[in-house]
């Protein structure tokens, strides 16, 4: 009887302890799991603002090239004129 008792004990403690290394377990892998979650989103989020940067960047760049080539178009359409001007006036 004592034996019945004592692998009946050990039975019943064995499996305690299973279920809360299982549980332990579990929650281990719900908190790497969340883990990951928020570093997935973070990595997103700093994807979409380096992007929103790059493209705003681009923007300014371009609008700058195109001002500048503006202003030498108009520089040179200028000296142009000024030199007409000079051949035909003679000055």
């Known amino acids: 009887m004592k034996k019945i008792l004592a692998v009946g004990m050990l039975f019943l403690t064995n499996t305690v302890l299973a279920q809360g290394t299982m549980q332990n377990a579990g929650e ?3 908190k ?3 883990a990951t979650k928020k570093s997935t989103k973070k990595a997103a989020s700093d994807t979409v603002d380096a992007t929103k940067k790059a493209a705003s960047d681009a ?3 371009t609008k700058n090239g195109t001002t500048k080539a503006a202003d030498s178009t108009k ?3 200028s000296k142009t004129d000024s030199a007409v001007q000079k051949k035909t006036t003679g000055n």
Do not use: C, R
């Open 28 to 30: 281990k892998v719900d």
């Open 59 to 61: 923007s300014t760049a």
């Open 75 to 77: 520089t040179a359409a």
């Open 32 to 34: 790497a799991a969340d």
